[in-house]
């Protein structure tokens, strides 16, 4: 094991006993995903799907999906990086050999973990008992759904640089929530809007991941179509990775 590696899984353990403790994380991780996900399926009965290539339950399990990576990966943590700053676990982290990134990484290993679990487990399910089929290709599900994880945590650690409680971050992390939802295709599919609203969706932060997750699951999707999305997930996670650079606070403001 080296080095890196020893400290990532020592700060994972550490978040994950906090996470376990936690009941309201627990319930947001684990319940609040299954919620949405029921909560999407009287909305998707009512449309059209068939003009966007999917069916009902398609539609309910890949939207699933990103909900996951929105309730589990990008609130849940917010609320971590900003407890840990203001309970100042940042800064003395901080003084010891652990690099920056690799503080920002452990903290966010528990979540990534649950999400990943949850994501393989909607897949499953949705085989096994929704008789949907098998990933057409599942090498691309993979790199949407790991790519979402890490922008989904990117734009955690930049929100939390504006939140300045815990309680607060229910707050910060409602405009991801409530511009994702309608405008990256969980609820509507894009193909199911007006086409200068959906060029619009396009650029959002989720929309891209969405579209590699449904491309790598349903497959259908052409090369460019999937080179925007990629480029579009990218972008918005340098974008994201720039504003921590330049913005992550790792101690409270007095």
């Known amino acids: ?21 936690n009941r309201t994380t627990l319930f947001v991780g684990l319940l609040m995903p299954p919620t949405m996900i029921v909560a999407m399926k009287p909305t998707l009965d009512q449309m059209d799907l068939g003009k966007a290539g999917m069916s009902v339950g398609e539609a309910v399990m ?8 929105i309730l589990v990966v990008h ?10 700053r203001e309970e100042l ?17 452990g903290t966010a290993l528990p979540a990534a973990g649950l999400a990943l679990a949850q994501c393989v487990l909607m ?14 290709r599942p090498e691309l599900l993979v790199v949407g759904v790991l790519l979402g994880m890490v922008l989904m945590a990117a734009l955690a650690a930049a929100t939390s640089a504006v939140t300045r409680t815990v309680e607060s971050a229910q707050i910060t992390t409602l405009p991801m929530f409530l511009i994702s939802v309608p405008g990256s295709g969980l609820f509507i599919p894009l193909e199911l809007m007006p086409e200068k609203v959906a060029s ?3 650029l959002l932060p989720l929309t891209g991941v969405l579209t590699l997750v449904r491309a790598g699951w349903l497959g259908g999707a052409d090369g460019k179509e999937l080179m925007g999305a990629a480029v579009t997930a990218l972008a918005w996670t340098l974008l994201s990775v720039f504003a921590v650079q330049r913005w992550f606070r790792w101690e409270p403001r007095r």
């Open 123 to 136: 897949v499953v399910a949705g085989v096994a008992f929704l008789g949907l089929k098998a990933p057409a």
């Open 75 to 84: 609130l849940n943590l917010v609320s971590a990086y900003v407890a840990r």
């Open 62 to 69: 890949t939207g699933g999906i990103a909900v996951v990576l």
């Open 200 to 202: 619009v969706c396009e």
């Open 89 to 105: 676990v940042l800064k003395r982290l901080r003084t010891g050999e652990v690099p920056d990134r690799e503080i920002l990484a």
């Open 1 to 21: 094991m080296t080095a890196t590696t020893g400290r990532l899984t020592a700060l994972g353990r550490a978040e994950l006993t906090l996470l376990v403790r």
